[in-house]
C-alpha cells in the first residue's frame, strides 16, 4: 500500500477525524449526520475503520482493477454536469492506480436510503416546481453519454435518477478514455431495514441490466463486467463499472 494517503475535503482541508470530516466533508443537512446514517458510517468507516484496505481489496477481485491503490480520496467531491447547478456530489471520490492504468472510483453511501426518485418522477417534480427546469434536458444528455443515442426518458424512466448522475460523475472525473467505478459501499447495521436494502440492490442490478452489464460476485458484494460508454457535452466516453459492496459497521 501506497503512502501519503490522505482523505481531504471542502478546499483541500486533510481530514483526521470524524468532526473534521463533518465540517469539510459532511452532507448538506444536519439531520443527514446521525449514526446509523450512509454519511456518518461512511466517514466511520474511513476515519476509524479499514475502509480504504477493505475497498482496494475488494477492487483486487476483478481483472480490470486488480491491484489498485488509492492515492488520493476526496470526501463530498463536487463534479459539474450538463446543464447542473450543484453538480455531481460524490461521498467519497477515489483516484488511483490498478495493474492495466488509473481507475476513478466514485463512491456513494448507502444505509437504507434509496438512490433518489425514479426518473420520471425527478423530471416531474423539477417542472411542478419551474417549467424552465433544465432537468429534462439535463438527463436526456446523461442517458446519452451512458446508454448512447436514443429516445431514453420513457424506456428508463423507472430506473433512479441517482444511478444516472453517479455513473456520469465518475465518467467525468476520469476523463476521455478513462476506466471509471460507481461503487456502492452498503453499511448494515441493526439500524436498517434489510427489505430496503434489497430493494436499492434491486434498483442497482436493474440499471446494469438495462444497459447491458453483466453483474460478477465477489467475497464482499459484486462488481459489474466494463462497458464502453459513448460520452456528450461534457460527460466523456471511456470505460465504466457499476458495484456494490458490504460493509458491516461499528453498529451492526
Request: aromatic share 8%; with cysteine; glycine share 12%.
Amino acid at each position: 500500500m501506497s503512502t501519503g494517503f490522505e482523505i481531504r475535503g471542502e478546499q483541500g482541508k486533510v481530514i483526521g477525524d470524524l468532526s473534521e470530516w463533518e465540517r469539510f466533508g459532511g452532507p448538506k443537512h444536519d439531520y443527514q449526520w446521525a449514526d446509523g446514517r450512509s454519511a456518518k458510517e461512511l466517514a466511520r468507516l474511513w476515519i476509524e475503520r479499514d475502509g480504504r484496505e477493505l475497498t482496494e481489496r475488494f477492487l483486487g477481485e476483478f481483472p480490470e482493477t486488480r491491484g489498485f491503490v488509492s492515492r488520493e480520496a476526496l470526501a463530498e467531491a463536487e463534479t459539474k454536469l450538463p446543464f447542473s447547478g450543484e453538480g455531481r456530489n460524490h461521498d467519497l471520490l477515489l483516484v488511483g492506480d490498478a495493474d492495466a492504468g488509473a481507475v476513478t472510483v466514485g463512491i456513494e453511501g448507502k444505509a437504507d436510503e434509496t438512490f433518489g426518485d425514479p426518473v420520471s418522477e425527478h423530471i416531474a417534480k423539477a417542472l411542478k416546481r419551474t417549467e424552465r427546469t433544465k432537468a429534462p434536458d439535463r438527463f436526456d444528455r446523461l442517458a446519452e453519454a451512458i446508454f448512447g443515442p436514443g429516445e431514453w426518458r420513457e424506456e428508463l424512466g423507472d430506473l433512479r435518477y441517482q444511478l444516472f448522475s453517479g455513473c456520469a460523475g465518475a465518467m467525468v472525473e476520469a476523463g476521455e478514455g478513462g476506466v471509471a467505478v460507481f461503487l456502492v459501499q452498503v453499511l448494515e447495521s441493526d439500524r436498517v431495514d434489510p427489505d430496503r436494502v434489497r430493494a436499492n440492490e434491486r434498483d442497482v442490478i436493474a440499471f446494469c441490466e438495462r444497459r447491458g452489464m453483466r453483474v460478477r460476485d465477489a467475497e464482499a458484494g459484486w462488481l459489474s463486467e466494463p462497458v464502453h460508454t459513448f460520452g456528450v457535452d461534457a460527460v466523456p466516453a471511456g470505460t465504466l463499472m457499476v458495484g456494490k459492496m458490504t460493509v458491516t459497521t461499528s453498529l451492526g
